[in-house]
């Protein structure tokens, strides 16, 4: 790790719990996993980069993502896709030696490159190439001709600013409101939310699928999910997580983390607890 650290100059002020990684602490050790703040010009736009590295693996490594409710764009050899919100969770399967970058947006910050709603990306891959013919391809041969993390990103840098993003009033409220949900676990309702937005909830709906490209509901419960895939795994009582979270009762949490997770909560919190 220190290695692919020294080859990320930037300060990375970013969040750095692997949130959304089902079973985070198992395997890892046999990946360097590094990620890095976007400049300033791309800051309304990303997230974050991230890089992930793993060398002569010894046997297939799958790895459960919970997902976010943003759009990511992630080159590999396998493949080099950017993603729209995907309803469900999805896995990533790493053999032998490789690399991944990825690009993570600002909910709402990839509508000013995309040019039209979100939602229209929602639970789909598209090719880089294909999404933008001119530059796409070249994007990603220099990527994965690249051996330097650091000198990689700077090329995905290069590319974004080079498509001209805008700065968009709805796009940083949009971000706003999914960080409020993320941070605050007593937003368990819409109309909570619509509240606190000063907006109707027809409206915040709207703003949701154009901008985030999947509805506030949505994101609610997938970061009330998160919370509970680290709660569960210290100890905390799954009745009194239930009503914290803002579910009806204990099998009301139980049916949707299983569905998420794929497993029930009492199985997930057996994983390599994190203490």
Do not use: C
């Not at 990103?153 to 999914?178: K, Q, R, T």
């Not at 606190?196 to 703003?207: E, N």
């Not at 949701?208 to 210290?234: N, S, T």
């Amino acid at each position: 790790m220190a290695a692919m650290m020294s080859r990320l100059p930037r300060a990375r002020l970013v969040e750095t719990r692997q949130r959304g990684w089902v079973n985070p602490y198992a395997g890892l050790a046999a990946f360097d996993f590094a990620r890095q703040a976007p400049p300033p010009e791309l800051a309304a736009y990303v997230d974050h980069f991230w890089v992930v590295t793993w060398t002569d693996l010894a046997e297939p490594y799958v790895q459960r993502i919970l997902s976010h409710p943003t759009v990511n764009m992630t080159i590999v050899q396998d493949f080099h896709r950017i993603a729209g919100v995907i309803d469900g969770g999805f896995s990533y399967t790493m053999r032998g030696t490789g690399r991944a970058l990825g690009t993570r947006f600002r909910p709402g910050g990839f509508r000013t490159f995309l040019g039209r709603p979100v939602s229209e990306l929602t639970g789909r891959f598209e090719e880089i190439g294909e999404m933008f013919p001119a530059s796409g391809p070249a994007l990603v041969g220099g990527v994965l001709a690249e051996p330097d993390p650091g000198a990689a990103i700077a090329l995905v840098e290069a590319f974004l600013l080079a498509l001209g993003p805008a700065p968009d009033p709805p796009a940083e409220e949009a971000a706003a409101l999914v960080g409020l949900v993320e941070d605050d676990v007593t937003v368990t309702r819409v109309d909570e939310l619509a509240a606190r937005a000063g907006r109707s909830v027809r409206s915040l709906q709207r703003l949701f699928r154009d901008y985030v490209g999947i509805g506030p509901k949505w994101v609610i419960r997938r970061f009330r999910l998160h919370e509970a895939a680290e709660r569960v795994q210290q100890g905390l009582d799954l009745a009194t997580l239930a009503a914290e979270l803002g579910y009806t009762d204990q099998a009301h949490l139980t049916r949707d983390f299983t569905a998420a997770v794929g497993m029930p909560p009492a199985a997930y919190a057996r994983l390599n607890p994190h203490t």
